[in-house]
């Protein structure tokens, strides 16, 4: 079982960066493939970027392609998300999501149901 907790979210104006971080404990970090998912009100949890484990691939959803960048830190157990000129779309709450992959290396999971293991959340939200 792995324990993921979210930071790094606030209240910011649109065109600004921010950073999220997503801290694990419980396993082995560089086990897991990470994601990055967002949850506005009333709306479905959509994907926003996934890192594989070894952090050789990376994918991102439509909508944050080329403004959004997920990394992550094995020795520091911790996967980011660098947020660029962030709109006002943009706000919700913000969860990070594991889960342990024993082979492929590179693999990169973008759907909600491959997930086992979600933080609590982070709300960011983007005045305009």
């Known amino acids: 079982q792995v324990q993921l907790v979210e930071s790094g979210g606030g209240l910011v104006q649109a065109g600004v960066s921010l950073r999220l971080s997503c801290t694990a404990s419980g396993r082995t970090f560089s086990n897991y493939a990470m994601g990055w998912f967002r949850q506005a009100p009333g709306k479905e949890r959509e994907f926003v970027a996934a890192i594989s484990r070894s952090a050789d691939n990376t994918y991102y959803g439509d909508s944050v392609k080329g403004r959004f960048t997920i990394s992550r830190d094995n020795a520091k157990n911790t996967v980011y998300l660098q947020m660029n000129s962030l709109k006002p779309e943009d706000t919700a709450v913000y969860y990070c999501?594991?889960?342990?992959?024993?082979?492929?290396?590179?693999?990169?999971?973008?759907?909600?149901?491959?997930?086992?293991?979600w933080g609590q959340g982070t709300q960011v939200t983007v005045s305009s």
């Open positions: 999501a594991g889960k342990e992959v024993v082979r492929g290396p590179n693999l990169v999971l973008t759907s909600v149901a491959r997930y086992d293991y």
